[in-house]
């Protein structure tokens, strides 16, 4: 018999499923927000929020290791081929095995690493605006050559540096609440009706 | 002796073509064009379409296409703030238009297996592949799910309005992802008994039923992508 | 011996208190065709993933007791190797594909097995034929009705050349045409040899093709028949252990007492239509109130979009009127369509605030009420998906009586329920019909129709074919329907097309 704790077929099916949900919902959010200018800036907040619903689920149905980093790995893949640039394969990634080992302290199960975990997961996000930071000036080249002048100057004036982290630090502060939002309804629901 | 017929397969393009395609156009897209091969590509994407017989999407995309245009014509009009935003709203639909015609094109010519046997050729992982053929299965699911479940909602008199979705955001969310999510989990977990049932996830290697392999018009579809890459990027 | 169970106990979980099987033992032969049969929750279905494997890869629990499949022990072998012989068919057709293609998908199990290709077509190519499936081939499936899934489905496992098969409730999502070439295919099966083993409550299909009914009680099996045994038991006694009807030419309608009202519901040249092709064109029809209405026809006769229609879901051309006529969001604030799939219509926490959801008071008097007319007094605190599928539908129907619902719709709301669950839907119908105007039921159930509607409405393509009561003359119409009448080949869109080519 296989070991229980090990991710099973079974298992990738669950994170298929999971990630397709999350990923419809980061889609329809990236429509309704992607564009309006300067909206969209804000764009990973609702997906942050209510990421945290299907994601406390997910770990609740496969609280066994390597499952965020499987599901940040689909996310990057996905993101990667759609972005168009090197930050899409790497940073959903790069913060799946963190939130993994972060998780991984808890044992998927304590809810304040559980947490934790959700804030730093919820970062990957970042992987489309980083452009604007870390490839500044052809960003900013190419883009004044296609939108008008003025809107790329408020783009840049809207730019600096600190808001990549000020965007880092709002995806944490919405995806904590998120994660509040999760448990709740996980309680209110799905334990009461003993799916999990 | 059955077969695929090659009715389906018109022009006919390896799945792993079409993803290095999605990736070219894509990078097209972020280092920005400018109106002409904006347009190029925008015909290079509609020849694509039409050869594999997708006429009314190609209609649709087009009528976007040009609807656009004609508002970015108007932009000028406008007093200078909105002409703005008003530019910058309509040139980002013009750029993401060969995207989301290349995703069209992607999600409805490319079959299960055929994905599966792509990404096996990659060297993928069970872990990677297992996961990425159940997205493709379950888009048309949530969509089927949601939309029976928007009528459910309807009926209630809890529908998705923009009223509630205001007044209530909190509720409604929970309105919709808990019997969305319960349902798809059910539905995942009958999913997944079947499969194991049929020996999904099996030690053996797997065999499969369709071919895949590039052939010249991969090649000749990757060239001008390919090509159209190297402009770009060097304009 | 194909399967054998010795003593075999199962319960599902950690607690060993609680068992789902207890003491099973039996002998199924090569070749032979076994149902297990009982009200929901006996424990027929354990005893079908005891033999698939299912149990213990997919669900855990404690176990004693010998199992033996073809010289296997499921419990001890990997449920790959038990998948080379044992193929499984579930009841709900929507979730057991794997691909979206049926090419792939009767090639799945071969490919997992690591088949070759050439072989695969082959057996493909036999296993269509056998089947008559050829206008199946290269579909997309979610383009098929539920009984074509499931004749693919049976394919997919032929495909793999199992020995065994193992079905459980497989017509319980099936309309009764198809339940017909279900009848076929398990024919089929069983001229080749294969054992096939059932878990099922509804048994007239097939009383000509098994050689043994196994009757399960509360996780034991209590009774063995064969068909002239079973049949010689008294239909009371086969109602109270959760069967249906043995022979659908023996039911006769109940009695029952109904008042047409003056008001009514008029539809004067109601149409709807996907792009160019109506799929609904109702030139007049009236039903007056107080009349509980069967809406029965084939896959694709419009009766979902009719019923869609007059809830106000569609916006279709033409005019439904009650003393006047009704606007589409006039219809939804009057009307409710209990889901056949009910899970996507329960949004809250428990019943008792399903109920509140809309009609918010200060005492819940009349929710009492409601709840106790329908036997769910007991689970006022429970969440509402913690429930049986029956149940959930009953509470789908309290939340609809208690915001005042004029006129209440269901769609196939007995499909997967037992004699028991399908009397007291029936009774549960009663009930509600003295708080609304009009019930209008979609249905394949002719148990179920005689049971509880007083009229019949027969949709084909679209068009209204009959109306009528369900008085002698009716049921001889109805009988017609169900037990003779699917020999109208339905039109059908193809996508792909199989090709024969020879050599």
């Known amino acids: 018999m296989e070991k229980r704790d090990k991710l099973q077929v079974k298992d990738f099916i669950t994170v298929g499923i999971f990630t397709t949900i999350y990923f419809i919902v980061f889609m329809v959010i990236q429509m309704f927000m992607g564009g309006i200018p300067i909206v969209f800036l804000l764009m990973p907040l609702p997906t942050a929020l209510i990421g945290g619903i299907i994601y406390m689920l997910y770990l609740a149905k496969v609280p066994k290791r390597g499952a965020i980093l499987l599901m940040s790995t689909i996310l990057a893949l996905l993101l990667g081929m759609m972005l168009g640039v090197w930050t899409g394969f790497v940073i959903p990634i790069v913060c799946g095995l963190l939130a993994e080992l972060v998780t991984g302290i808890g044992k998927y199960r304590s809810f304040k690493w559980n947490l934790l975990g959700y804030s730093i997961f919820s970062c990957w996000m970042i992987c489309g605006y980083l452009p604007y930071w870390l490839m500044r000036d052809l960003w900013f080249e190419k883009t004044a050559a296609y939108y008008e002048g003025a809107y790329v100057e408020a783009l840049k004036a809207l730019t600096p540096l600190w808001v990549l982290f000020a965007m880092i630090l709002a995806i944490m502060v919405v995806a904590f609440f998120g994660t509040l939002l999760g448990k709740k309804i996980l309680k209110k629901h799905f334990v009461k009706a003993g799916i999990v | 002796?059955?077969?695929?017929?090659?009715?389906?397969?018109?022009?006919?393009?390896?799945?792993?073509?079409?993803?290095?395609?999605?990736?070219?156009?894509?990078?097209?897209?972020?280092?920005?064009?400018?109106?002409?091969?904006?347009?190029?590509?925008?015909?290079?994407?509609?020849?694509?379409?039409?050869?594999?017989?997708?006429?009314?999407?190609?209609?649709?995309?087009?009528?976007?296409?040009?609807?656009?245009?004609?508002?970015?014509?108007?932009?000028?009009?406008?007093?200078?703030?909105?002409?703005?935003?008003?530019?910058?709203?309509?040139?980002?639909?013009?750029?993401?238009?060969?995207?989301?015609?290349?995703?069209?094109?992607?999600?409805?010519?490319?079959?299960?297996?055929?994905?599966?046997?792509?990404?096996?050729?990659?060297?993928?992982?069970?872990?990677?592949?297992?996961?990425?053929?159940?997205?493709?299965?379950?888009?048309?699911?949530?969509?089927?799910?949601?939309?029976?479940?928007?009528?459910?909602?309807?009926?209630?008199?809890?529908?998705?309005?923009?009223?509630?979705?205001?007044?209530?955001?909190?509720?409604?969310?929970?309105?919709?992802?808990?019997?969305?999510?319960?349902?798809?989990?059910?539905?995942?977990?009958?999913?997944?008994?079947?499969?194991?049932?049929?020996?999904?996830?099996?030690?053996?290697?797997?065999?499969?039923?369709?071919?895949?392999?590039?052939?010249?018009?991969?090649?000749?579809?990757?060239?001008?992508?390919?090509?159209?890459?190297?402009?770009?990027v060097f304009n | 011996m194909m399967i054998e169970f010795k003593k075999v106990s199962f319960g599902y979980g950690e607690e060993k208190a609680d068992y789902s099987l207890i003491d099973a033992s039996f002998k199924i032969r090569k070749g032979e065709c076994v149902v297990f049969c009982g009200q929901s929750g006996c424990g027929k279905t354990t005893v079908m993933r005891l033999i698939n494997g299912l149990i213990p890869t997919y669900y855990h629990g404690a176990i004693r007791g010998e199992v033996c499949v073809n010289g296997l022990n499921p419990q001890k072998v990997k449920i790959q190797e038990v998948s080379k012989i044992v193929g499984s068919v579930f009841q709900n057709p929507r979730s057991q594909f794997f691909n979206l293609d049926t090419v792939d998908e009767l090639a799945f199990g071969c490919e997992?097995?690591?088949?070759?290709?050439?072989?695969?077509?082959?057996?493909?190519?036999?296993?269509?034929?056998?089947?008559?499936?050829?206008?199946?081939?290269?579909?997309?499936?979610?383009?098929?009705?539920?009984?074509?899934?499931?004749?693919?489905?049976?394919?997919?496992?032929?495909?793999?050349?199992?020995?065994?098969?193992?079905?459980?409730?497989?017509?319980?999502?099936?309309?009764?045409?198809?339940?017909?070439?279900l009848q076929k295919i398990i024919g089929i099966l069983k001229k080749e040899g294969k054992t096939v083993v059932i878990a099922e409550h509804r048994l007239y299909y097939l009383m000509d093709l098994v050689d043994r009914f196994y009757y399960m009680e509360n996780g034991k099996i209590v009774a063995n028949y064969n068909k002239e045994e079973l049949k010689k038991t008294d239909a009371i006694k086969r109602g109270e252990m959760g069967l249906r009807a043995l022979d659908l030419m023996d039911l006769t309608v109940c009695a029952r007492k109904y008042k047409s009202r003056k008001e009514k519901v008029t539809f004067s040249k109601v149409q709807y239509a996907y792009g160019s092709q109506n799929v609904l064109d109702i030139k007049s029809l009236t039903i007056p109130y107080g009349q509980t209405v069967a809406v029965i026809g084939k896959n694709g006769a419009g009766k979902s979009t009719f019923v869609e229609c007059f809830c106000g879901l569609k916006g279709c051309k033409g005019t439904i009127a009650a003393e006047k006529p009704l606007s589409c969001k006039e219809r939804i604030k009057n009307s409710y369509l209990v889901m056949q799939d009910v899970n996507r219509q329960l949004f809250t926490e428990s019943v008792m605030e399903e109920l509140l959801l809309t009609r918010k008071s200060a005492d819940t008097v009349n929710e009492e009420r409601i709840l106790a007319e329908l036997d769910l007094t007991f689970a006022k605190e429970l969440h509402p998906m913690s429930l049986s599928g029956g149940q959930k539908q009953r509470v789908a129907i309290a939340s609809a009586l208690n915001c005042k619902k004029k006129y209440l719709v269901f769609d196939e709301p007995t499909s997967g329920l037992d004699y028991c669950h399908m009397l007291r839907m029936a009774r549960a119908i009663e009930e509600i019909k003295k708080e609304t105007k009009l019930v209008i039921i979609i249905t394949h159930d002719l148990e179920f129709i005689l049971k509880c509607c007083s009229h019949v409405l027969h949709l084909e393509n679209g068009v209204v074919q009959d109306y009528y009561a369900t008085d002698f003359e009716g049921v001889k119409k109805l009988k017609d329907f169900f037990i003779r009448g699917d020999e109208v080949v339905e039109k059908r869109d193809w996508f792909i097309q199989a090709d024969r080519i020879s050599g």
Request: aromatic share 10%; glycine share 8%; charged share 15%.
């Open chain 3, 112 to 181: 997992n097995q690591g088949i070759a290709p050439p072989e695969i077509w082959r057996r493909i190519e036999k296993t269509v034929n056998l089947f008559q499936i050829k206008d199946l081939v290269g579909r997309n499936i979610f383009n098929l009705s539920g009984g074509e899934k499931q004749k693919v489905a049976c394919a997919s496992v032929h495909a793999t050349m199992s020995e065994i098969f193992v079905l459980d409730e497989p017509s319980s999502n099936l309309d009764a045409g198809t339940i017909k070439d």
């Open chain 2, 1 to 232: 002796m059955l077969t695929y017929v090659a009715d389906n397969r018109r022009f006919w393009l390896d799945p792993r073509t079409k993803g290095l395609l999605l990736l070219i156009i894509n990078i097209i897209v972020f280092q920005g064009s400018v109106g002409w091969n904006e347009s190029l590509v925008f015909g290079f994407m509609a020849i694509l379409l039409g050869l594999n017989g997708l006429f009314l999407q190609l209609l649709g995309f087009g009528a976007i296409y040009v609807v656009v245009m004609v508002v970015d014509g108007v932009a000028g009009f406008f007093p200078e703030m909105l002409g703005a935003v008003w530019t910058v709203f309509s040139r980002m639909i013009h750029v993401y238009l060969p995207f989301l015609m290349m995703v069209y094109l992607l999600i409805s010519t490319t079959k299960i297996s055929e994905l599966v046997v792509a990404l096996e050729s990659l060297r993928m992982p069970k872990c990677v592949i297992i996961p990425i053929t159940v997205l493709f299965r379950f888009f048309p699911t949530v969509r089927e799910e949601w939309m029976a479940i928007n009528k459910a909602m309807k009926l209630r008199g809890i529908g998705l309005s923009v009223r509630n979705a205001l007044t209530k955001p909190l509720t409604m969310l929970e309105y919709i992802f808990v019997p969305l999510l319960f349902s798809l989990v059910k539905i995942g977990e009958e999913l997944s008994a079947a499969a194991l049932t049929r020996g999904l996830g099996s030690d053996v290697k797997r065999t499969h039923l369709v071919e895949i392999g590039f052939c010249l018009r991969d090649w000749l579809v990757l060239v001008a992508a390919t090509l159209m890459l190297v402009v770009t």
